[in-house]
Nanobody, 119 residues
Framework: QVQVAESGGGSVQAGESPRLSCKLS????????MFWYRQTPAKERERVAGFAADGRVSYLDSVRGRFTISRDDPQGAIYLQMNRLKPDDSGVYFCNAVAIYDNYQRPFWGLGTQVNVSS
């Protein structure tokens, strides 16, 4: 059973505004902090945006004001609206859920979706 699955990547031009989607299993969605990460060959995986367990929203400085994370609780999904994309935004974007149980936490990762931004 797939717990986390991303979609919506592809090749886009700088300035475009695609949206990434992440569908999570209900069991994971209902007990998780959820985040978007991205990775490039030149950089460590970095957290782009997320919902903490207490509901607080956070953004990487370089995307704040351009990207928006949102959620659809009935659908068990989170989204990343990416506006005014730059070539530096290129990378593999991963959806991450940290499921919180009584005595431990368990991370779930999707396989990632590639975003290529050309100038």
């Amino acid at each position: 059973q797939v717990q986390v699955a991303e979609s919506g990547g592809g090749s886009v031009q700088a300035g475009e505004s695609p949206r990434l989607s992440c569908k999570l299993s209900k069991e994971v969605f209902n007990r998780s902090a959820m985040f978007w990460y991205r990775q490039t060959p030149a950089k460590e995986r970095e957290r782009v945006a997320g919902f903490a367990a207490d509901g607080r929203v956070s953004y990487l400085d370089s995307v704040r004001g351009r990207f928006t994370i949102s959620r659809d609780d009935p659908q068990g999904a989170i989204y990343l609206q990416m506006n005014r994309l730059k070539p530096d935004d290129s990378g593999v974007y991963f959806c991450n859920a940290v499921a919180i149980y009584d005595n431990y936490q368990r991370p779930f990762w999707g396989l990632g979706t590639q975003v290529n931004v050309s100038s």
